[in-house]
């Protein structure tokens, strides 16, 4: 197709369909899918709330996601001057972008609490994997968490380490890092969930997580919990934060973006869905609570694993599940940083790494003394990894979603989106409708709600 600038040099695009496809489910599934969606399933009460999320990804967060893809494809560059050059093709107005610039700063913003969290989950492989857990009282394992973010100093260890590989990684370039890694990193990923999924099955109690997770019980669902619904479909599919955006820029003209988005989809899905089973049966199985909040995997899942037949080996697999998860995401997250200091300020591969990480790693500081030292340094009742998760799963990342995807709606004229997506097919009318109509009413509706102009 002829895309408003030239395309990348093969050297700078993913080899094949299927290592985009890996990288993009790469930066979906995260954190989001084994941390975050059994947590939030759990407290919103499981079955209604799951066919909610379901919902929202399929009718919300696909569109959204080939809208993102799109512009990175079309554009062949980092986010900013991939925003400003199609702007430049509609004849809209260069501030444009803006919405390029939001995107790497919300990833970049986001990286520096995702490191934290992730340093966690690595910090738990070796914890887990010498036994820590065996025979432990479930207040024991409760205060051994704690205990755990107490400390400023190993909680900056964890996190560094997860920054340097993910630095390592992505230091390398597209095809020699973020592709190698994905074709490594993400068939281990669902062997791992599957064998886990597996384990969770022989506690007995798959059948009681199967209800929990798919019978709908409408009387649990609250208007908040539809909110939260919606709101962790984005962030699960990494809309909104320049992520899918690059990746686009690395893909080849030739692939079907409705296709692989849609793809792309189903394997974070799954991956929710098959972490859910290799969670709740077991904590079932140990009458644990499955609203168990953010501790979750961290506490409840530690309890059960000191107490089942080879806890150690698969609590271990776990965590490492986790990790490799949580580092693939990590990529995403800075690389639209990364390749706009490369492209734009004409710096080395190398050098942006080093600049872009080392921001990252100051600003994580925050995150990790908020757990600790700087508990108390708080906004309207929030510490400082409060304010960011809100900031930015909250605001920024649907703020991100909304302007792409009324940019791809009706800034960019038809034709030029017909191109990319195959503009004869019903899916392309279908796309059309839905991120015309439906994406921009229900965000904007969200915000209304979240800054108490309407009431749902
Ligand atoms: N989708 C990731 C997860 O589920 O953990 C989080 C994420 C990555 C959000 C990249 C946004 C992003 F740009
Ligand atoms: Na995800």
């Not at 997860?162 to 370039?173: A, D, E, M, Q, Y």
């Not at 992520?243 to 893909?251: C, D, E, P, T, V």
């Not at 004869?424 to 904007?444: C, E, G, H, N």
Request: hydrophobic fraction near 55%; glycine fraction near 12%.
């Amino acid at each position: 197709s002829a895309n408003a600038s030239t395309s990348r040099a093969p050297a700078q695009q993913w080899s094949t369909r299927i290592s985009f496809i890996l990288a993009a489910a790469g930066a979906a599934v995260g954190l989001g899918n084994i941390w975050k969606f059994p947590y939030v399933a759990g407290e919103n009460g499981g079955g209604a709330f799951v066919l909610v999320y379901l919902f929202c990804i399929a009718l919300l967060g696909v569109p959204m996601l080939m809208a993102e893809v799109l512009i990175g494809r079309r554009g062949q560059q980092n986010p900013v001057n991939s925003m400003a050059s199609l702007a430049r093709e509609a004849g809209a107005k260069p501030a444009w972008k803006n919405v390029g610039r939001l995107g790497v700063v919300t990833g970049f913003l986001l990286l520096s609490f995702y490191v934290v969290v992730a340093g966690w989950a690595l910090a738990y492989i070796p914890i887990t994997a010498t036994g820590t857990f065996v025979g432990l009282q479930p207040q024991e394992v409760g205060q051994m968490f704690d205990g755990h973010l107490q400390q400023p100093l190993p909680l900056i260890g964890w996190s560094t380490l997860v920054l340097l590989l993910t630095l390592g990684i992505v230091g390398r370039g597209v095809r020699k890092g973020l592709e190698k890694a994905a074709n490594l990193l993400m068939p281990l990923l669902f062997v791992f969930l599957l064998i886990l999924v597996g384990y969770a099955s022989t506690t007995g109690h798959f059948g009681e997580a199967v209800e929990f997770m798919f019978k709908p019980d409408f009387e649990k669902l609250t208007a908040s919990g539809v909110l939260i619904a919606l709101g962790h479909a984005f962030f699960t599919l990494s809309i909104g934060g320049g992520a899918m955006m690059i990746y686009g820029s690395y893909l080849s003209p030739q692939v079907s973006i409705a296709r692989t988005s849609i793809l792309v989809a189903i394997l974070d899905t799954a991956a929710a869905l098959l972490a859910g089973l290799a969670i709740f049966p077991i904590v079932f199985a140990y009458g644990l609570e499955p609203g168990g909040g953010p501790g979750l995997i961290f506490v409840t899942l530690p309890i059960a694993f000191g107490q089942m037949p080879l806890g150690t080996l698969f609590g271990t697999l776990f965590f490492l599940m986790l990790s490799v998860a949580a580092l693939t995401s990590a990529f995403s997250l800075i690389e639209p940083a990364i390749a706009w200091l490369t492209e734009k300020r004409l710096m080395s591969r190398f050098k942006a790494s080093v600049l872009g990480g080392s921001g990252i790693w100051l600003l994580s500081l925050g995150t990790v003394f908020s757990f600790n030292i700087g508990a108390d340094w708080t906004l309207a009742g929030k510490t400082f990894f409060e304010s960011l998760d809100y900031l930015i799963s909250g605001w920024m990342l649907p703020l991100g979603g909304l302007l792409m995807a009324l940019f791809t709606a009706w800034v960019m004229k038809p034709e030029a989106t017909a191109e990319e997506l195959d503009g004869d097919s019903a899916a392309y009318r279908l796309w059309l409708v839905l991120i015309r109509f439906l994406v921009p009413v229900v965000i904007m509706v969200i915000f209304l709600q979240a800054i108490g102009v309407i009431k749902l």
